[in-house]
């Protein structure tokens, strides 16, 4: 067995073209622990760590979750209202800790996606799927964690109530949906549109490797997981860098009145601040990345921090917070931040929305993201830096870019 604790060397890409070339590679895996489950690899068989057939095999089942029309109808019909009335309840008073209520608006949004019949309104219950969520965060960066023992302990309970609670009766509910379609009692469009439904629809395919349920379950967390966790980092971020910035109230009232913006800033925070600051890979066999040899085995670090500052690409001044900023053509305002090639990840556009290109304000198709749409609600709710209680990172993982707490107070509205 090859754990990661075996690679032979590392090999470290900093700039954009390595970087994405290496990103593209076949040769290179996210593979890294090529245990079971039961022996000790929290993260068997998630699409996140999946190489070559079956990792497409999937990639081509869920990506169906995240076409045009159904983007649509989560970013324009059931997100807003249901942001509003979070935030109505979660922002009172004058201050408040942003952190744990961007996680939570987040939550609300993945849950749906990924396939958990939650009651979203309750305030309780986000809670709890954000404490959950927590557990598979700290699971999906188990090599960056500082106590891995810890993390997978927990991450092994966490997936047993993650099933009993809201997994098994989601599925029952499902199958139940599935078998009427199956004997023509109800039409394809009674079923829920979610990860969970597209899995136990296929979950027979040979090819996707998902006969044993658990598998199923620990996708569908994967997507839970994936949804939540990045989204309310790069939101709160994203605050953190317009408070930093030369012009803090131009910035806010910009991002409040213009939504266009707004999501250029969620882009300019994604460039600066990755929510994975070194990406990692395994090489598969010995290969050539960048015209530099890469032995079996390595380890190979994508270092997107730098790879997102590269000045060939982001102009002469890519450390600076600018969401104005001109990007060379065909390179994404955010970078390498949501990845490319194989694991490019499928939720960019649930994130991000679509690249911002001239004039996308006006096209009737564009999509502006979730992330900008939380950036824009917290800059319309006054959000302003907390002049005395001090904001915490989250520091149980070599991730610099994760925020534990993050206290604002709450001024006039803008906009
Ligand atoms: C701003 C928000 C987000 C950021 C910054 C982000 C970032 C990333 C990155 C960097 C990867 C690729 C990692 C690598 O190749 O090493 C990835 C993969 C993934 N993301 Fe996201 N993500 C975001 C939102 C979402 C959403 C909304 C979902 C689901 C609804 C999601 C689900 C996933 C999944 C399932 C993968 C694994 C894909 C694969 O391995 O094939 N992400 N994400």
Redesign the pocket.
Known sequence: MTLLERYTTTVELTTYDDIREA?FSPDLS?TFDRRTYEDGNIRNGI????HGPV?RA??RV?NS??RPDKLRLYERELWPPLQDDLLDRLLVGDEADLYPIAELL?AA??SR??GLDIDDRDIGTLERIAGIVDAFSQGSAILDAKDPDAVRTLVYETYETFEREYIAPARERRLALLDRVARGEAGEETLTQD?LTVLLQHASDPLLELSDGKRIVREVA??L????H??G??AVNAIDLMFASATPEAHLERAATDLLFAQRV?HET?RLR???PK???RAEVATVIAGRAVPADSQVL?N?VAGNRDPKHFGADPEAFNPDREVSPGVAR?G?????????????T???GLPVAQGSGEDPDHLF???GLMIQAFARRGALPHPTKVSEPDTRTDRYTRWAHYWVTLGPRRG
Do not use: D, M, N
């Not at 997981?225 to 939540?228: A, I, L």
């Not at 390498?336 to 960019?348: E, T």
């Open positions: 990103l996210r699409v996140s760590i999946q990792h999937r990639r869920e979750q995240f987040a949004l993945a996606r990924a990860i994967t997507y997981q994936g949804g939540t990045t989204s980092q790069v969620g994604l990755p929510t994975t990406a990692k890979r994508l997107l955010w390498l931040s949501f990845g490319a090639g194989a694991h490019q990840c499928p939720g960019r649930v994130g991000g993201g979730l992330v």
